[in-house]
């Protein structure tokens, strides 16, 4: 066998769907030395993760924690300890999150109840309330908040009373939104959350921060059979982040120490901070692009912040220009899922990647690349109007 040589991975400058560029102090985090997961300096770094979770979710829910595993686990965890056999859930389906929500319903024995918007579009009130009305006994709304596959941008305010008025609890999957624009767990009447550590709080992905209020936590107790999932099962890995520490799996240490230092950075900015430097850099990438002749596919008023799905013009090479940003710029942009394979690039503007100078080059490097390949474009247009609204004219 030859000797396998050293890592050595190149600088990406991730602008795609996740992961997101990791701040330095995250990564030194990542290599401190490692203690026991019942250490008293792990317990004290678990409360202050709670702690911080909660500010970061907006919300005083006791059960709020990181799970082990990816957003998807966050997904599998939320629906898995609410969901017993024959349970309804309204499940809103524009976009590869929803659709994988709709399986996991299935898999835990529910019911799935699907309502569906075009991909790029959002669900209206009443269209959940029309959804209720069609279920005997609805037990949960589950919806995405920021679709990642589409870059549509879910409003939550109005939905939890509807939600509510059908003695159902609102399930929201905040993985891309969360830390990246506002999301208020209490103020909205969310019951469920659940978010992931690799797009706008900017760690490595590893972890999945849930909340769950007392609604929520009531159904829990309340079920008649044990949770399907060993791993995932919220009344032992409670008991774990509670006072009991009850050994249940090994934390992930090091994760947890790059979780805590991302939320740091998090609290250090300031989220209102936060949210208008996404907002900012979402603004201008988007005027640049507009510039270039690339439009923006969401539902105009419901584009996200930080996940910009734009069209790619007729007659350019999707895979070769995306190739060509990552080996002349070093720049990974993501591809369209599904339905949008091939029609839409996925351009992620989450965390640590949400920058004005990661927007100026993107612009640059597209126009540079896209006019290799034979699109027409007025010579420096994207970047002046990034520019201008940086200049704020
Ligand atoms: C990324 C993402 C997930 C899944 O997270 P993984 O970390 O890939 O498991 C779920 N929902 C949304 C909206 C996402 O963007």
């Known amino acids: 066998m030859d000797t396998v040589g050293e890592l050595v991975p190149p600088a990406r400058i991730l602008l795609g769907p996740g992961p997101s560029c990791v701040h330095p102090r995250v990564l030194k985090a990542l290599a401190t030395p490692l203690v026991g997961h019942l250490d008293p300096e792990f317990v004290r770094l ?4 709670k702690t911080l979770l909660r500010f970061v979710f907006q919300t005083n829910n006791t059960l709020t924690l990181p799970i082990s595993g990816t957003g998807s686990a966050g997904m599998e965890t939320c629906l898995v300890n609410l969901l017993e056999p024959g349970d309804e859930v309204v499940v809103g389906v524009n976009g590869v999150f929803g659709t994988r929500m709709v399986d996991i319903v299935e898999r835990c024995g529910g019911q799935p109840v699907i ?4 991909w790029g579009n959002v669900f209206t009130p009443d269209q959940i309330q029309a959804a209720l009305t069609r279920c005997r006994r609805p037990k949960v709304v589950a919806l995405v908040h920021a679709e990642t596959s589409t870059g549509a941008w879910q409003p939550l305010q109005d939905i939890a009373p509807v939600v509510h008025n059908a003695g159902a609890v609102l399930l929201v999957d905040a993985v891309t939104s969360l830390a990246g624009c506002p999301l208020e767990v209490d103020a909205w009447g969310i019951d469920v959350c659940y978010s992931g550590t690799q797009k706008c709080l900017s760690c490595p992905p590893g972890l999945a921060p849930i909340t769950l209020n007392h609604a929520a936590l009531d159904l829990i107790r309340k079920r008649k059979t044990k949770v399907h999932s060993w791993y995932l099962d919220l009344t032992m890995i409670e008991k774990y982040w509670g006072e009991e520490r ?6 992930p240490i090091s994760m947890n120490y790059a979780l805590r230092e991302a939320l740091r ?3 250090e900015e300031g989220l209102e901070a936060r949210f208008r430097r996404h907002q900012r850099n979402h603004l201008a990438l988007a005027a640049g692009l507009t510039a270039l002749g690339i439009p923006l596919a969401a ?3 419901h584009r996200l912040w930080m996940l910009n799905s734009v069209r790619i013009p007729e007659g350019v090479d999707d895979a070769r220009v995306r190739r060509q940003l990552l080996e002349q710029y070093n720049i990974e942009i993501g591809a369209g899922l599904g339905p949008l394979r091939g029609k839409v690039w996925r351009i992620g503007l989450m965390g640590e990647s949400s920058t004005r100078s990661n927007v100026l080059l993107l612009l640059s490097a597209l126009e540079d690349i896209l006019r290799m390949e034979g699109y027409r ?10 520019q201008a609204v940086y200049a704020g004219t």
């Open 46 to 49: 678990m409360e202050e993760t």
């Open 115 to 118: 309502i569906e918007a075009p």
């Open 377 to 386: 474009c007025t010579p420096g247009a994207g970047v002046a109007a990034a």
């Open 265 to 267: 950075l998090v609290q």
């Open 246 to 251: 009850v050994y249940h799996h090994t934390a």
């Open 299 to 301: 539902q105009e008023g």
